[in-house]
């Protein structure tokens, strides 16, 4: 199979998902781009450690064969599981959600240190407004289900 | 009620409750960076393409939390993993407002065996808490375990007793065994159309459903 380098993804899958061209860094790991070489066809990336935290079932096994490399321009290469067909047809995987949509990261813009400081607090208290508004809907959907 | 004061000397545990907990949150898109002499408004992916690491300014807010590393690991590893712990009413806004027992006890029960994503913490004054609290197993913390271990007579206020403990970690152990699929799929034709009515969200049926 020829190696080709991995675009992103027109779009995330709703349970989880990796994007391989964003796999975290390593320190003094040189930013590159990646290539993916899969042993079988996968739509859906996912590092084991992702699945074991958020999706892991005893129903799901994993063959040999699903394992494909992630292979850094420096040689490095990395294991991870890419979820076939078979796995994501049985569990919904690939059903259609909301999905977020790839954006081009903002040009660095010079600040002054007062503005570095507003926007560590704004980052914060967004997050908690953001927190909180998911467990309002949260509520909603098992207020729902008790009814 | 279900919290025990351990010895000063006692090592940590799954189960310890501590406050001062620092919990970061970033906004990645625009993250205050310094570079030199100067301070950025930056992205993330841009500013990390570099092989240095990154001074970055980010806003840590005090919270109280609950040890959720396994015994084993707690002596050992760098960091210790913890859940923050909120009122009750904040992590499960149903419970807000319930004042008597009838809907408290529903609330905590009934909602506690379907809703796999807190843990309810009942109230103690021993140890600050004066609401009734829950942690939330959503907000995932991690703190260097050496710094907890020289710091403990400032930051652990107590630990679940062993019946709670057997409760939390069955409850923490079901939170990450949880796995999303579509519960739909055994539907026939007029059950999966009043279930996808019942969502907002978009729903295909699967082809023995059409």
Known sequence: MTAAPMLPPARYDSATHVDVAHFPRRLN????????QP????????LWSLLAGQNA???????????FE????????????????????AFGIMTGSQFAQPQQPQLARRISLAEACRLAVTALLE????????????????????? | MIYEFPALDSPIRQGDIFQTVPRIDVNLSKLPVFLGDESLSDDWLHVSSSSNPVLALVAMRPVRAIVITQDCDTVRVDDIALCEIERFDVVEPSGKGA??????MSVITKHARLNLKWFYLPPDPGLGFNDKMAVDFHSVLRV?????????????????NQVATEHFRERLSEYYRRYPYDEWYPLDKAEFEEYRRSKPEPIEPFPWQR
């Open chain 1, 57 to 67: 079932s005893a129903d799901i096994t994993f063959l040999v064969t699903d394992l």
């Open chain 1, 127 to 147: 997050a908690e407004e953001r927190r909180q508004a998911e467990r309002q809907r949260e509520a909603v959907f098992w207020a729902a289900l008790e009814d």
């Open chain 2, 99 to 104: 004042k008597y027992p009838t809907k408290t």
């Open chain 1, 29 to 36: 790991e040189p930013g590159a781009l990646y290539l993916a």
């Open chain 1, 70 to 89: 992630v292979q850094g321009l420096d040689g490095g290469v990395t294991g991870g599981w890419g979820l076939p067909p078979r796995v994501n047809r």
């Open chain 1, 39 to 46: 042993r079988l066809p996968f739509n859906y990336a996912g």
């Open chain 2, 144 to 160: 260097s375990r050496t710094y907890l271990e020289q710091n403990l007579s400032q930051l652990r206020l107590a630990r679940l």
